[in-house]
């Protein structure tokens, strides 16, 4: 099989399921979103029933999750230093929960370890869009914290709140 | 066949494509966008011409959007509350533009129902890189919403500025 | 090969590869970080030794990156104005260093033409998640950038901080 036969079958195919994927959800998803199945993908990870996860999130480590979770595109869910995540939670699309970094790692110049420190995300949980969340952090039940914020120290259960850093609504 | 020569065709074929785009257009795009093109996906979801759309970038609903627009990778482009993008916009890399959102639903533990409300982008306008849009928000003409803002309000034709939240400057 | 058997040999190969990626190294990535290689992929675009790049990095014109750097999934590298990365720097997932923009060209309709100026970093930087650099700036060895800021202005060496725009801690 030439190069050329060989990308013509493989277009073939991905236009075949793109459209499916437009005439039955009228949507637009990536290539390995339209090869893959987003709840298959959690429960192979051992995440709680009805949780759904893209293709493309990154997953470091032993993480858990509960059930009806819904994790989007772009996501980074780091447990090399210990992550849970409840149930009903929203972890939208390009949101980063880590549970180390590398910031000594780098400024000394490869010489100091990596540091690490364990997250918890509860029940009920909101993230917006875009958000980080520092490691060693804790995020009670059924707060919410909104696009783009840097969540650098605790948020308590319903709790609300955006911004770098995050900052708590009265 | 077996895994390993599949594996092995799989890598060829990519490692072709990949050495095209760096000699035609000294760039490094990832896989899916080497098997697709631009300018045909942004087609093929009814966008004006010149329109063009990364692979991963995730369309849902209904989303109009005119011509000569650039849309980056792992964008966000939500219609299912509704909307319309104009002609000459800069749609950076990791810009979501939302018509709905899941904060009641996460917070209600999934009773409530998710929020829907449509949003309006004009001609010509910059959207920065990162930066998110909330659902219900207009954004008029050649206005520039700049890198890593939170636009949780509308923007005036020609208003420029950048912030979380978005903040208009003099 | 009919679509089906097709689409069923192609999930087999990516189910294989996902078990692997699991037991190997704990973690889960993308289908095209399944199908390439972090360091293979740094190498071709010349990058130096021990330095790895995710797949769906975009790398735009000349990019020059030294040893021993760490480049996360959805990251930018923009030369197309001249771009340098040092070495035992950390760009964290979602980080976007940019050597020109194009808020001229689409608040003019496509008239003006898209701005360019050349963009340094040092060595033993840690620039944090979905950070954004802007074009022109320069930013000191061992400086560390938090995660979601908007670097518009030059970090002296040592320097930390954060925030949107960026600003360096006492």
Request: glycine letters at 12%; one cysteine or more; aromatic letters at 8%.
């Amino acid at each position: 099989m030439t190069t050329r036969s060989q990308l013509r079958l493989l277009q073939d195919l991905i236009n075949s399921l793109r459209a499916s994927m437009r005439t039955k959800f009228n949507r637009h998803v990536s290539i390995p979103d339209l090869l893959s199945d987003r709840w298959e993908t959690a429960r192979f990870y051992g995440f709680g029933e009805g949780t759904s996860c893209y293709n493309n999130v990154l997953i470091l480590g032993d993480v858990k999750v509960g059930r009806n979770t819904w994790i989007g595109p772009n996501v980074v869910l780091d447990g090399s230093g210990g992550l849970e995540i409840g149930d009903h939670c929203s972890i939208s699309a390009g949101v980063q929960i880590y549970s180390h970094h590398t910031v000594a790692w780098s400024t000394s110049r490869g010489e100091a370890p990596v540091e690490k420190r364990s997250t918890q995300i509860g029940n009920g949980v909101y993230i917006g869009p875009n958000s980080v969340v520092q490691m060693g952090t804790s995020i009670g039940d059924d707060s919410v914290v909104g696009a783009m914020s840097f969540v650098n120290r605790d948020v308590p259960s319903g709790g609300r709140g955006f911004g770098v850093p995050f900052r708590l609504q009265d």
